[in-house]
């Protein structure tokens, strides 16, 4: 691929980025490889083109403290092959490439996680920071992150919990025993989160996650560990556990408040 081609997506789609944050970083160069990298503050883009093959590739991977973790996945491929003096596909690859990172869900989100910061500073735990912190648990969480926004362009609290989370804490209660330090772990964990996290953590985490968990390993190995809030939080959530409830005044209730109480019962 012509230099000035690749420049011109990677300006192109830098463009696109900057508007959600990202910033163009240095990339460790590969042999045979052309490579820019974009970092926000949890997910990474790469533009790749890989000389041998023709082909230049949109990929992303996850954010950590000492930069991205390079466990890169491919979201958008092209072949780039033209003929001297041609500029064939050039824009359809930029095309591409922008929308694969600006569609307007990415962009909704965006701006619906600004709003958020800008009303509370303070208190800005919200779902995709808890997420975060369970991934310092299980790793391996981050790439289920990365796949649920490359498919969903944002992250769907309640479904990414009961589908990726739930299973993991489930299997480490079930393998653990009561004063171990994984499930000593995961007690701190919930007990920071729910009192430092926003409404929607706090519904997410007693409503979804703990009453989606064996009742019995929960008293038994978690509640023991939890701080008095938390273990108050629990208590309120196992009332609603097996109700339909709708709330009283929908329009006050919180987005995802509100569908964890319409979908508890499903869930059951």
Not at 104 to 127: F, G, H, I
Not at 129 to 135: D, G, K, L, Q, V
Request: proline share 4%; net charge neutral.
């Amino acid at each position: 691929m012509e230099q000035k081609a690749f420049d011109l997506i990677v300006s192109k789609l830098g463009e696109a980025l900057e508007k959600q944050e990202f910033k163009r970083i240095a990339a460790e160069p590969e042999d045979g490889v052309r490579m820019e990298v974009f970092a926000g503050e949890n997910l990474a883009y790469a533009v790749m083109y890989t000389m041998k093959t023709k082909r230049i590739e949109l990929k992303t991977c996850a954010m950590t403290d000492d930069g991205p973790d390079k466990n890169w996945k491919s979201i958008s491929s092209w072949l780039y092959d033209p003929q001297e003096g041609e500029d064939a596909d050039v824009e359809s690859i930029i095309n591409d490439f922008c929308e694969t990172v600006e569609g307007p869900k990415r962009v909704a989100a965006l701006q619906t996680a600004k709003k958020k910061r800008s009303k509370n500073e303070e208190n800005n735990a919200d779902p995709v920071f808890m997420f975060n912190r369970f991934a310092n648990i299980y790793p391996e969480l981050r790439m289920d992150l990365i796949d649920e926004r490359s498919t969903y362009a944002t992250v769907r609290p309640i479904a990414f919990t009961r589908a990726h989370i739930l299973p993991r804490v489930q299997g480490t209660l079930s393998s653990s025993a009561p004063e171990s330090q994984p499930v000593q772990r995961l007690a701190e964990l919930c007990n920071d989160l729910y009192e430092n996290g926003d409404f929607d953590v706090r519904a997410i985490l007693t409503m979804v996650l703990l009453n989606g968990l064996d009742e019995t390993a929960v008293k038994e190995k978690l509640v023991p560990h939890f701080s008095d809030d938390m273990q108050k939080g629990y208590k309120a959530g196992l009332k609603m556990r097996g109700k339909k409830v709708k709330p009283e005044k929908v329009k006050k209730q919180s987005r995802v408040v509100a569908e964890a109480l319409k979908n508890n019962q499903g869930a059951r």
